[in-house]
T-cell receptor, first 113, second 116 residues
């Protein structure tokens, strides 16, 4: 079955860039997502990318996809304390099942002053 | 628009007891999902409804878990009897249709279950 892996922790200073990494195992056609989870809250969709794209930018967020290595990254520019949260990478096949998401274990981002 | 509502927020029970969780999705959303999130892990899909029909329950432990979505709106998830390993946050999500990148999932804040 599908597998999605992430590193568990990342600590950065306020104002620096954060890069959160993810690897996945599913084959060709898939959607890849980044979700944010703040303490005691549900998951919030941040951005997504289709596997035939290399990059997507949305304000402070940049998603890079290396399809050959099945490696996905989320870069947060000018990281703020409000960005402290757990970030989940998720993938979903394009066909069948709609939004059948497989989530990674999450990366806890801590932003220090 | 109001978000996905879940209750209760917290529940503590002893093993072998029963528990039920309730979810009210965003108005008009046809698809409803229940996810289980064990501490330190990503959410895992338990069951997906399209209106009041089950689309996918392949990862639902059917010997102890059950879910229903009467009238295609609210949903309840029940565990009977509970085991220690059921301790987790149970997240409900909804989407306008079967879910695509143009109609992403909206998550509730979850119910944190502790089984002692």
């Amino acid at each position: 079955g599908e597998d999605v892996e992430q590193s568990l922790f990342l600590s950065v200073r306020e104002g620096d860039s954060s890069v959160i990494n993810c690897t996945y195992t599913d084959s060709s056609s898939t959607y890849l997502y980044w979700y944010k989870q703040e303490p005691g809250a549900g998951l919030q969709l941040l951005t997504y990318i289709f596997s035939n794209m290399d990059m997507k930018q949305d304000q402070r967020l940049t998603v890079l996809l290396n399809k050959k290595d099945k490696h996905l990254s989320l870069r947060i520019a000018d990281t703020q304390t409000g960005d402290s949260a757990i970030y989940f990478c998720a993938e979903s096949p394009v066909t069948g099942g709609g939004n059948k998401l497989t989530f990674g274990t999450g990366t806890q981002l801590k932003v220090e002053l | 628009e109001a978000g996905v509502a879940q209750s209760p927020r917290y529940k503590i029970i002893e093993k072998r007891q029963s528990v039920a969780f309730w979810c009210n999705p965003i108005s008009g959303h046809a698809t409803l999902y229940w996810y289980q999130q064990i501490l330190g892990q990503g959410p895992k899909l338990l069951i997906q409804f399209q209106n009041n029909g089950v689309v996918d329950d392949s990862q639902l432990p059917k010997d102890r878990f059950s879910a229903e979505r009467l009238k295609g709106v609210d949903s309840t998830l029940k565990i009977q009897p509970a085991k220690l390993e059921d301790s987790a946050v149970y997240l409900c999500a909804s989407s306008p249709d079967r879910g695509t990148v143009n109609s992403p999932l909206h998550f509730g804040n979850g119910t944190r279950l502790t089984v002692t």
